[in-house]
């Protein structure tokens, strides 16, 4: 028994460590990051629960008790699952051919451990504690193989999508899922204690720990690298706009009087720059109405130059949220050249805003050319502008950009900024 505890300690300290290094950190905390909390409270509480029912271990008065802490620690494994499983769903980039069919059905698996596991407080399936005592009943094995069940749906899981994973996430949650196998399977054909569950639990978790903060330090440092490079050419071209502003009003003051739409278009011109040069040198959240003020500019001057070819529709409900500056623009942008412009004759770029329950949803539709999301244009530099965009989305407000787009049909890109991040913004402006 002493083994079993001293095994379940050091399981303890090296979650409780993860989990103090995990909220210590707050520079990049992310969807990934709350995942991987909810799993190391979920195994912490597990092993603590596993650690009491060893010392209650022959107690007739606490019997109940221990049943119900012996249930935690045999079906906490389940909802942990169940979390892993999302942790995979995450870290995919690409979700339009998700085998959503292998996660549900992991999750009722496991949903059946659960209550197999609830049952037997009552009812000896799983376990039993009877006089204190801890035995394992009829369907023990039955209960193992749901857990190995669960886990072989995730191992398909990340077979199916190991093509739209970065290696780093798919070398942790390998060795998170392959750990825990060996346990599972090894458990069957052991006696009941030592347990090796939560220590081969802990270890796959401890790695992916060490992976996503390995992965975590490189990506602060290049953007780091990137942040200081970007300020030196601001730096260096700062006399370039004075010049060029400069410029733009002697053409306005000459247009005075005399063209009146060419003098309106140099206005507009001069302040889509200006927007610009302000927004590259702000690395903020900038309100959602600044955005699209910068972003109708570029399609009032873009609508000159096409002329009826094309046309614009605006559905704007929720505006009082903020957004990573030069978001909206680049994706309408891409629309205008890559859809509308290549029609013959034209089309309509749409811009909805709406509230949903967690997200503030931004939906930029174009009746364009549409292309296939299988065909991969490597050589386009849309995609360079969009694959940033996508990228500071997530770094700075945890949000996501999804492009969906048929061929000869359209395309249409969604933004979703949690509404939780409002208030993060608040809170950094103060």
Not at 85 to 100: A, F, L
Not at 400 to 406: A, D, G, M
Request: with cysteine.
């Amino acid at each position: 028994m002493y083994a079993a505890i001293e095994m379940q300690v050091i399981s303890a300290v090296i979650t409780a460590e993860m989990l103090f290094c995990s909220r210590y950190d707050k520079r990049e905390y992310d969807m990934a990051d709350r995942i991987m909390d909810t799993l190391l409270i979920l195994n912490l509480f597990k092993v603590v629960c596993y650690t009491i029912t060893l010392l209650l271990e022959g107690q007739a008065q606490l019997s109940v008790l221990n049943a119900i802490l012996t249930c935690v620690k045999c079906g906490a494994g389940f909802p942990m699952v169940m979390i892993y499983t999302m942790y995979i769903k995450h870290c995919v980039t690409d979700k339009s051919r998700y085998p959503g069919i292998l996660e549900y059905l992991c999750y009722v698996v496991c949903v059946t451990g659960i209550m197999l596991n609830l049952i037997s407080i009552s009812v000896p399936l799983v376990f039993s504690c009877n006089g204190g005592f801890y035995a394992r009943g009829p369907l023990f094995v039955t209960n193992q193989g749901l857990g190995l069940f669960a886990l072989l749906c995730d191992a398909c899981l990340l077979i199916a999508c190991r093509d739209r994973m970065k290696r780093h996430d798919l070398i942790a949650l390998l060795s998170y899922m392959l750990i825990p196998l060996i346990t599972v399977i090894a458990q069957i054909f052991l006696p009941p204690e030592p347990d090796l569950s939560d220590i081969g639990i802990t270890l796959g978790l401890l790695i992916i720990f060490m992976f996503s903060h390995v992965s975590r330090g490189k990506l602060i440092a290049q953007q780091e690298k990137e942040l200081t490079d970007m300020h030196i050419s601001i730096l260096i071209s700062q006399i370039r706009p004075h010049f060029l502003y400069n410029t733009l009003a002697v053409i306005q003051g000459m247009c005075h009087g005399k063209a009146p739409e060419a003098e309106q278009t140099t206005i507009e011109f001069a302040e889509y720059l200006r927007g610009n040069m302000d927004f590259i040198g702000d690395n903020r959240m900038i309100a959602f109405t600044q955005e699209l003020w910068h972003t109708q500019l570029y399609l009032s001057l873009e609508q000159k130059r096409f002329g009826g070819m094309l046309r614009t529709e605006y559905d704007t409900r929720d505006k009082d949220f903020h957004i990573p500056a030069l978001t909206l623009q680049p994706i309408v942008e891409n629309a205008v050249k890559h859809g509308i412009m290549k029609r013959e004759e034209g089309g309509t770029v749409t811009i909805i805003t709406e509230r949903e329950a967690l997200f503030h949803v931004i939906t930029v539709r174009d009746d364009g050319v549409g292309f296939d999301p299988a065909e991969e244009r490597k050589d386009d530099r849309s995609h360079i502008g969009i694959a940033n965009v996508r990228e500071r989305l997530k770094i700075m407000c945890s949000g996501t950009l999804e492009i969906r787009s048929v061929k000869g049909q359209g395309t249409e890109a969604v933004i979703r900024i949690p509404t939780g991040e409002d208030k993060h913004e608040d809170h950094m402006r103060r």
